[in-house]
């Protein structure tokens, strides 16, 4: 739009309660997470098969969350029965999905497109690492390399991702740390008051103009 000419443009990201989403304890055993619409755009038929290879593999040591509801729920249901270490859980009060966020060592949204991503700040709020798909939206709240990893949705990239966490939570603890401490700085730049505040700053200058 500013190419075009226009000059009162602004762009106000979606906030987050910090107060309310806070770091607690992690879980004694790996915890991969996803919350969201359960449907394609979401990218729940690739972390289907991400859990399933991972399961068939030395490296199953570990428990996925998923909360949501949508119209391929089936898919995870289907999980949930094969697989003792998935967890399905679809409507949830906020109390318990920021436990969930507080709880896991990271979060993962393989979404084929998206707009924001305000569960990516939510979680990093709780100051749980992000693995998202390198796309407009994530590239927004995920700095790569410092509060979760930027990937392609595709499961090789994101079984490699999780792996990566999962040897820093257990090998070296410091780095794992480290993200967490970073993705928590990241949420606070977007918190509500600030938020509101530009929007505030925005109308006091077209006022006075």
Not at 45 to 65: C, G, P, T
Not at 97 to 118: C, D, G, K, M, N
Request: with cysteine.
């Amino acid at each position: 739009l500013q190419s075009w000419g226009y000059r009162n443009v602004y762009n106000f990201p979606n906030g987050v309660d910090t107060v309310r989403y806070i770091p607690g304890q992690k879980k004694n055993i790996f915890t991969v997470m996803f919350a969201g619409r359960i449907e394609y755009q979401k990218g729940i038929d690739i972390l289907a098969e991400v859990i399933r290879k991972i399961n068939d593999s030395q490296e199953k040591y570990m428990n996925f969350h998923i909360f949501g509801a949508g119209p391929l729920a089936y898919i995870v249901k289907d999980l949930e029965k094969k697989f003792s270490n998935v967890i399905y859980s679809s409507y949830v009060d906020e109390e318990k999905l920021i436990e969930a966020y507080q709880s896991a060592h990271v979060f993962v949204s393989p979404s084929r497109f998206e707009t924001f991503l305000l569960t990516s700040l939510e979680a990093q709020s709780a100051g749980t690492p992000v693995i998202a798909s390198d796309i407009a939206g994530p590239r927004e709240t995920v700095i790569s390399g410092q509060t979760g990893l930027l990937v392609h949705a595709t499961q090789y990239e994101i079984i490699n991702a999780i792996l990566y966490f999962k040897d820093l939570w257990e090998n070296r603890k410091q780095e794992y740390s480290n993200y967490c401490q970073n993705a928590r700085r990241n949420a606070l730049r977007y918190d509500w008051k600030i938020t509101v505040d530009k929007f505030e700053q925005m109308l006091n200058s077209i006022v006075n103009k």
